[in-house]
């Protein structure tokens, strides 16, 4: 019990200290992590996890959507790639398809490692700034 809640203590923490570009890295290994527990649920029979779970990823989506900030091109793309994904959620919730959630999975995965990438190079270049490069 203890534990649990030093680790729940530590995880509120870590998002209320994060900055938005590891929010934002946060959520999607929470999508990532969502669709794949999803997953599992649908192959050990369990509706209502698989439900869930695959509604928690849908809300990630939801939260991408409602934050992206439009006056960039590359927005446009990712709002019509959030649309698709969020609405094939939708059907891989109404068939319980892992096939449908593991096509997800993929642009989660790699939305995600792209983000990633970029938050590297964007650090390694406020490095290069910060020693005059």
């Known amino acids: 019990m203890v534990t ?4 729940n203590t530590y995880k509120q ?3 209320f200290t994060a900055s938005p570009e ?3 890295l946060m959520l999607y290994n929470g999508l990532v992590k969502f669709i794949m527990r999803a997953q599992k649920a649908i192959e050990d029979k369990d509706i209502q996890n698989a439900h869930d779970n695959i509604i928690k990823a849908e809300n990630i989506i939801q939260e991408f959507q409602a934050t ?3 006056q ?6 990712l709002a019509l790639m959030y649309d698709y994904m969020n609405e094939r959620l939708i059907d891989a919730n109404i068939a319980k398809d892992t096939k449908i959630l593991e ?3 993929h642009f989660a995965k790699d939305l995600r490692d792209t983000w990633a990438q970029a938050m590297k190079l964007a650090k390694m270049g406020d490095k290069k700034v910060a020693n005059g490069d």
Not at 72 to 77: F, H, M
């Open 4 to 7: 649990s809640n030093a680790y």
């Open 13 to 15: 923490n870590s998002i």
């Open 22 to 24: 590891e929010l934002t």
């Open 68 to 70: 992206l900030d439009m």
């Open 72 to 77: 960039y091109e590359l927005s446009n793309g």
């Open 103 to 105: 096509e997800v999975l």
